[in-house]
């Protein structure tokens, strides 16, 4: 993203987090690497790395609603997401010999020197959620997302599997396990 807007870091907070494939491109719309995703996500959050409230992966980005610890502000917690899921993703189209994909990601490198490949925009937008309205509309655009006209992932949001939209819309579980946002409003 070009566009970073951050607040100062305050552990108090959830945030409001969206970050993006490079050029916008679809690499997140293979289940196989939606799963990547998700189990770092999963992984991060039982290191305690963060709190995760909300999420949803799209074709070329995901959004989050998570809360950082003091120790651990988000700005090292985007860091080491993107990086991880960078190198599995390629790793992923490496074991399955995807040239064409490789030889794209490779061609928008801007310094080879330091690097092969490239899959994230760099810098990401967050948002501080100061009030229960804030996150409430935040969630409720998480998981309408996949259902959006030029989307159309989802009939509905609990019918999409990659975000948190059947735990909270239907009690039922979602794909890794959450935090509840619920509780930590209550």
Not at 27 to 48: G, P, S, W
Request: glycine share 2%; hydrophobic share 45%.
């Amino acid at each position: 993203m070009t566009t970073e807007w951050r607040p100062d870091f305050d552990p108090a907070y959830m945030y409001f987090i969206t970050t993006t494939a490079v050029q916008r491109l679809p690499l997140f719309q293979r289940d196989v690497i939606k799963r990547l995703l998700v189990d770092t996500l999963d992984c991060m959050r039982l290191r305690e790395r963060f709190k995760l409230y909300a999420f949803v992966i799209m074709p070329n980005h995901i959004h989050l609603i998570i809360q950082c610890s003091a120790d651990d502000p988000y700005d090292d917690v985007m860091r080491d997401f993107k990086k991880h899921t960078a190198d599995r993703l390629i790793r992923q189209l490496q074991a399955e010999d995807n040239q064409p994909a490789l030889a794209r990601l490779a061609a928008l490198v801007a310094r080879p020197e330091r690097q092969q490949y490239v899959v994230w925009e760099e810098g990401y937008l967050a948002k501080a959620a100061y009030s229960a309205r804030f996150i409430q509309q935040k969630m409720n655009y998480i998981h309408d997302n996949p259902c959006q006209p030029h989307w159309n992932l989802a009939e509905s949001p609990v019918a999409y599997l990659w975000s948190s939209a059947r735990f909270y819309l239907s009690d039922g579980r979602a794909i890794i396990p959450l935090d509840d946002v619920r509780a930590a409003l209550a």
